[in-house]
């Protein structure tokens, strides 16, 4: 059976999360009434920075497709090779490993 490897669609957001008294906060999406995932950390500031990073990866992964398209296409105008570029190369692995490969 192939494995399928896409998130959660929509637009995610951190906020805390009401089924427990822990001080956790939930990744939530707009479409569903249940967390995709939880932070925990009674509350602490150091909680609250990891959980608005789990929620922005959805839009970071988007950009960082949209920044290996743009190296990719101005390499190609200009000839040189794409697989030089540092910035290339970092949004790759990044989308590689949001994918879990």
């Known amino acids: 059976m192939k494995e399928n490897k896409e998130h959660t669609p929509g637009s ?44 922005a990866a959805p839009d970071l992964l988007a950009a960082c497709k949209l920044a290996v398209r743009f190296v990719e296409d101005v390499c190609k105008g200009h000839q040189w090779p794409h697989e030089n570029c540092e910035a290339w190369k970092a949004a790759t692995a990044a989308i590689a490993k949001a994918k879990g490969e």
């Open 12 to 55: 995610w957001f951190a906020a805390p999360d009401t089924t427990n008294n822990n001080g956790d906060y939930g990744i939530w999406t707009d479409d569903g009434p249940f967390n995709i995932a939880t932070v925990h950390g009674s509350g602490n500031s150091q909680a609250l920075a990891n959980a608005a990073m789990i929620a």
